[in-house]
Each structure stands twice: as C-alpha cells, then as structure tokens.
C-alpha cells in the first residue's frame, strides 16, 4: 500500500522550531519529487517547500525563505522540513505530497500543487 505519513507537528511558541518528517512506504521515495504543502483555517492549501529526486534542488515560498530548510534521506525514505523563528501565521495543517519521477520542476510543483500521493497532514500550531 503506497503511503506518505507526517509527524513532528504540535503547538509552539512564536520564534520556536519545529522538524516535520515525512515517511514514504510501498514506494521508493528516492524516485519522486516531494513536495510540503499547508492550509490554513478559511485559506488555500500553498505550496510550502519542494525538493527534488537527488535534493539537488529546492523551492521555497518567499513567506519562509530562510526560516524553513527542506532535505531528505532517500535511505530511510524520509524527507524533512526544519521550521526556525516560527509566526503564528505558520499555523496551518502540513501535507507532504510525491509525485513519481523528476520530470516536473521543484518550482512547478510548488506553484501548481500537482503529486499523486498525498498524506493525511500534521497540525503546526504557533501561540504565545
């Protein structure tokens, strides 16, 4: 069964961090772009931070460029997303999505949200 599970969400407070993992199974990890995405209450889902096959490449959203590091280790079919000097505007459901293959562009699948496996999300949650 192909499956992306998250974990390492919770409550924090604001300028506080966070590492979200992303474990892949009945697939391999190592052959997909992977992809952090998050929805806030009454908001769009956004693209958060993409990164490619090898982790040669990355993309992120300019609202946490610098603060947030994605990377992955295609051995343990986990990619991450380190989250420093969190906001309460950081507050959101995060998904990790994959989609097979490295024909589409860290930045294109940031922009247009397309994977074909999605998880069930991990509630980040910044308060004072």
């Known amino acids: 069964q192909l499956q992306l599970v998250e974990s390492g969400g919770g409550l924090v407070q604001p300028g506080g961090s966070l590492r979200l993992s992303c474990v892949a199974s009945g697939f391999t990890l190592g052959y997909a772009t992977i992809g952090w995405f998050r929805q806030a209450p009454g908001k769009e889902r956004e693209g958060v931070s993409c990164i490619s096959t090898s982790g040669a490449m990355t993309n992120y959203a300019d609202s946490v460029k610098g603060r947030f590091t994605i990377s992955r280790d295609n051995a343990k079919s986990t990619v991450y997303l380190q989250m420093n000097s969190l906001k309460p505007e950081d507050t959101a459901v995060y998904y990790c999505?994959?989609?097979?293959?490295?024909?589409?562009?860290?930045?294109?699948?940031?922009?247009?949200?397309?994977?074909?496996?999605w998880g069930q999300g991990t509630q980040v949650t910044v308060s004072s």
């Open positions: 999505a994959a989609q097979p293959g490295n024909r589409i562009t860290v930045r294109d699948m940031c922009a247009t949200q397309i994977a074909t496996y």
